[in-house]
């Protein structure tokens, strides 16, 4: 919330806040006001009608949609994206979007097919990043990886299948992180599409890592050298 | 289940499965059969009612505890350890005990006032890595910050005050990651006892990382150059 209002003001409609948390939250809730946000005193019980969170913290908003095409992040010559084929855990999506942000990526692309953005579990699991890069839905997965490609942005499918690991490639050259779904991985249809597949090293005996640690250490790989 | 069976055969007293799962999981099953394993076949209400997730995979085992003391894992001179201190949430511990397996970690700490490492969701979470690698708990922290220091372990508090990267330090002598709790942090004197407080850089607009994740990377972080 907090984010949405210092972030993307123009977004926010609508602020509901009981009155113990609009002095909680003064600090954004203040602000909302002076731009002329809607800011609604709520009791409790309608605060928490409304939200499906279980410890609702007292504030809720309804926020637009901010619709980013892939030409517009193209546009804007990217270093860093992170691509998510089919990804179905809320928590996961959020995160890696959480992830994306703190590496410093430029967008994060979402396939068709993949759990929906707008979802409170998603949107409380980015922790605010959700407002601070853009993320772009509802992509096909082969027209993404042509129009990557296109636009200079080398595709790296990250998949235990690759004969060298995420350190032994060269990270400096834009590129994006393309990441498989959390049960059945990238198909090698996706794998070949792109330019090159990478895997995380495992060092103990682990079989796997899951799709937001994964996603984590790729974006932190390429944010270390990209920035050295 | 297989991660026990392989791994800590020793250590699994019965297995708990019905007819389908006997047949769906053979390769562990029979193998548990044959090393004389008490194994009960029982219906799915039976096992239902045995497990608290909420799709039971047919099977469940009762497995011993694996005591491991903070002495007998710094005799084995480890190079990689990480320390969680209140650690709260089940899913992040389970995580981290996951990612230090993957990044090859000799073992995991744990303190005191942390969420109990045999709750369900803990031992799921870390998808069989809990039978991988010895995982101590209980621990006070000022002693075991000056076990480390005596056995030749450095202690690294990762926290958003360090005033150099984990990047920007000399990761490849033995040390421990020290992570503070999910909602507070690390507080000022288990900082200072530590040996040198780094942080994970934040490129973006991200306030933080969350525990998992930036666990993920310090771990990720040190097997790189240990394993360069």
Same mark, same amino acid.
Request: hydrophobic letters at 45%; proline letters at 5%.
């Given at each position: /919330? ?15 806040? @009981? ?9 954004? !809730? ?5 731009? =002329?946000?809607? !800011?609604?005193? !709520? ?6 009608? /409304? ?16 619709? %980013? ?6 546009? =804007? ?8 084929t089919h990804v179905r855990d809320p928590g996961n999506l959020g995160t890696v979007v959480r992830a994306a942000d703190a590496a410093g990526a430029d967008a994060v692309l979402v396939s068709a097919a993949s759990v929906d953005l707008t979802s409170p579990k998603v949107v409380r699991? %980015?922790? =605010? ?7 772009? @839905?509802?992509?096909?997965? #082969?027209? %993404? ?6 636009? =200079? ?6 998949? #235990? ?17 393309? /990441? #498989?779904?959390?049960?059945? #991985? ?13 895997? !995380? ?28």
């Open positions: /919330m907090r984010e949405a209002v210092r972030w993307a003001p123009e977004r926010v409609r609508d602020l509901y806040v @009981t009155d113990e948390a609009a002095e909680r939250y003064a600090e954004f !809730v203040e602000p909302a006001r002076e731009q =002329g946000r809607y !800011v609604h005193t !709520v009791s409790e019980e309608v605060l928490a009608a /409304m939200c499906d969170a279980e410890t609702p913290q007292g504030v809720a908003a309804v926020v637009d949609q901010a619709p %980013t095409t892939l030409a517009e992040v193209l546009a =804007g010559s990217p270093r860093l994206l992170v691509l998510l699991s %980015t922790a =605010g990043s959700l407002f601070h890069l853009p993320v772009v @839905t509802g992509l096909e997965i #082969g027209a %993404t990886l042509a129009a990557l490609s296109q636009a =200079g942005v080398r595709s790296l499918a990250a998949d #235990g299948a690759g004969s060298r690991t995420i350190d032994e490639s060269d990270l400096t050259a834009p590129h994006a992180w393309v /990441m #498989g779904n959390e049960a059945w #991985g990238l198909p090698e249809e996706i794998r070949s599409a792109c330019d090159e597949v990478l895997r !995380v090293p495992i060092h103990g005996r682990a079989e796997s890592l899951n799709l937001a640690m994964a996603s984590t250490i790729c974006l932190y790989a390429s944010a270390r050298v990209q920035r050295a």
